[in-house]
């Protein structure tokens, strides 16, 4: 699912900022869920929450992305394909 779909279907707070030199994307799952793991396959950032999992599927023109989660907030940075 993309960003878009994510949100309204899970609640999750979700937000996408574009800048002159890429993307960044949150979401935020809440502070319960600090224990999560987070990979990314093949264009997908794959989220596993205790015994729920996320699929993202990240803009086909993306490239080097990087992923980490903080206090709950899954942050996925995409720079700008040049």
């Given at each position: 699912?993309?960003?878009?779909?994510?949100?309204?279907e899970e609640g999750?707070?979700?937000?996408?900022?574009?800048?002159?030199?890429?993307?960044?994307?949150?979401?935020?799952?809440?502070?319960?869920?600090?224990?999560?793991?987070?990979?990314?396959?093949?264009?997908?950032?794959?989220?596993?929450?205790?015994?729920?999992?996320?699929?993202?599927?990240?803009?086909?023109?993306?490239?080097?992305?990087?992923?980490?989660?903080?206090?709950?907030?899954?942050?996925?940075?995409?720079?700008?394909?040049?």
């Amino acid at each position: 699912m993309t960003l878009d779909q994510f949100t309204p279907e899970e609640g999750q707070v979700a937000r996408r900022y574009d800048y002159d030199d890429g993307t960044v994307m949150a979401v935020d799952f809440g502070t319960e869920q600090a224990d999560a793991s987070v990979d990314i396959v093949d264009g997908t950032v794959i989220v596993v929450l205790a015994d729920d999992q996320y699929e993202i599927e990240l803009p086909a023109d993306a490239t080097n992305p990087h992923t980490f989660m903080k206090n709950g907030v899954l942050t996925v940075e995409l720079e700008e394909n040049r």
